[in-house]
Nanobody, 124 residues
Framework: QLQLVESGGGSVQPGGPLRLSCAAS????????VAWFRQVSGQEREGVAS????????FYGDSMKGRVTISRDNVNDVAYLQIYSLKPEDTAVYYC?????????????????WGQGTQVTVSS
């Protein structure tokens, strides 16, 4: 069974960059569509970006479009979310998710496997 572990979160100053990683184990990540979501306590989970298994197709949510890049390394079974120009409102827990469905989307219900999340805090 696929397992996902996020890393790279932390405290960052506004305007700074951050790269989040999602390491997979238990199966080969190249078979899975991967997505990143974020969630602020008390709010719904919000889709940030998704990428197809081969990396050829990507889809970005409106909230962070233009400030994030999703990518993947199928040799090492890792997916990434590069965030630029962080804002205080980007403070959230960021989750990676994966599913065998060959469809890039940001619908949480599509994704069967989830990581535990990594906290990103943006403040000066």
């Amino acid at each position: 069974q696929l397992q996902l572990v996020e890393s790279g979160g932390g405290s960052v100053q506004p305007g700074g960059p951050l790269r989040l990683s999602c390491a997979a184990s238990g199966d080969t990540l190249k078979y899975y569509t991967v997505a990143w979501f974020r969630q602020v306590s008390g709010q719904e989970r919000e889709g940030v970006a998704s990428i197809s298994g081969d990396g050829d197709d990507t889809f970005y949510g409106d909230s962070m479009k233009g400030r994030v890049t999703i990518s993947r390394d199928n040799v090492n079974d890792v997916a990434y979310l590069q965030i630029y120009s962080l804002k205080p409102e980007d403070t959230a827990v960021y989750y990676c998710a994966a599913d065998l469905a060959n469809l890039v989307s940001l619908r949480p219900m599509q994704y069967k496997y989830w990581g535990q999340g990594t906290q990103v805090t943006v403040s000066s």
